[in-house]
């Protein structure tokens, strides 16, 4: 019997060759010199035993920086052979046309690169440190490799004013697909309460992001939630806020390079240790301690006539700043 999830993505290391401001994580303020990680051979074991109880067949490898893990070459064709549609999360940085090369015979579906600015000081100071030309560098490498891209945005209050110079970046490269993530207030990230973006500029943003699938055959999405009160979705026609991973029917899984289970890529929250009990008991104990709770309706959203479509928006975001009874820091004040 699988559980009905609906996404998987697997952080193959915590090792990491940048220092963004806005990471979501907070291996960096662990005082380790080596992350853990498990060895190949056991991540692909359970990473088999998580596809046995769910059914997923698509995988999201990221990390940490995954192409900084030595063995991430070999690492990904285990993936492949356990039959998984792969798509990777990275810098950038470490791309170079053997790179690009290899990751396009293993195949790799798609490689998402993240772009913060479409100039090179502003990029760089959320990188906390330079990769712009890196950055660019992989794009034109993968896309002569002939492997599909994508650009990741991830909206924050100092480069919101950006977005639209790296949309028209983008479709200059021949970039299709960007993904814009709003900024969530969790891990090292959640820390800096300056990066929330303000109402004003999401909603900026997002039509911009409907201008661009409109006018240009782009396809510009939302690839974190919001809350459905965060912006004026009346003016959008072609973008869909999306629900949070945690509160959804079908909630999305992460798996560590040390085995912890969590709910979502963003959450610290660890449902389980792969390493220690089978995932069906963590899921099952999951359902009973831990879903319901992401799932409860925060009372600031009740009697909303969007709650529905929401859930109070980023579980995870609402839990790091004030308790899953609050609805995501982003939701516009009752």
Same mark, same amino acid.
């Given at each position: ?6 996404s998987l993505a697997l952080e193959i290391t915590g090792r990491c060759n940048r220092n ?119 794009? &034109?490498? +993968?896309? !002569? @490799?002939? %492997?599909?891209?994508?650009? $990741? ?7 919101? /004013? ?118 069906? &008991?963590? +899921?099952? !104990? @999951?359902? %009973?301690?831990?879903?319901? $709770? ?7 959203? /009740?009697g909303c006539e969007w709650v529905g479509d929401c859930g109070g928006g980023c579980r995870e975001s609402a839990r790091n700043r004030g308790g899953l009874e ?9």
């Open positions: 019997m699988t559980v009905d999830v609906g963004c401001v806005y990471c979501y994580n907070d291996w960096r303020a662990r005082p380790r010199e080596t992350p853990d990680e498990l060895k190949t051979a056991t991540l692909l074991e359970l990473v088999a035993s998580v596809l046995r109880a769910t059914g997923v067949r698509r995988l999201t490898v990221t990390g940490g920086e995954p192409l900084a893990r030595p063995d991430a070459l070999d690492l990904l064709a285990g993936l492949v052979g356990l039959g998984l549609e792969l798509s990777l999360v990275s810098d950038g940085g470490l791309i170079d046309e053997a790179m690009a090369n290899a990751l396009a015979a293993l195949p790799v579906s798609l490689v998402q690169v993240t772009l913060l600015a479409a100039n090179r000081e502003s990029h760089d100071a959320l990188k906390g440190t330079p990769s712009f030309d890196a950055t660019l560098r992989a794009l &034109a490498h +993968l896309k !002569r @490799a002939s %492997v599909r891209t994508s650009v $990741a945005f991830v909206c924050t209050r100092r480069n919101a /004013q950006h977005f639209r110079d790296v949309i028209e970046l983008c479709f200059a490269l021949g970039v299709k697909d960007l993904a814009f993530s709003r900024f969530c207030a969790t891990g090292r990230g959640g820390r800096e309460d300056e990066l929330s973006p303000t109402h004003e500029q999401l909603e900026r943003c997002l039509e911009l992001a409907d201008e661009a699938n409109a006018r240009f055959g782009m396809r510009v999405h939302l690839a974190i939630g919001l809350p459905r009160c965060a912006v004026d979705v009346d003016r959008l026609t072609h973008l869909k806020l999306g629900r949070c991973a945690l509160s959804s029917a079908r909630p999305g899984l992460t798996l560590g390079a040390n085995g912890e289970l969590r709910g979502c890529s963003v959450s610290s929250l660890v449902l389980g240790e792969l390493t220690r009990e089978p995932i069906e &008991a963590v +899921l099952a !104990r @999951a359902e %009973v301690d831990f879903f319901p $709770a992401v799932r409860a309706v925060p009372e600031a959203c /009740q609050q609805p995501d820091p982003l939701a516009r004040p009752a």
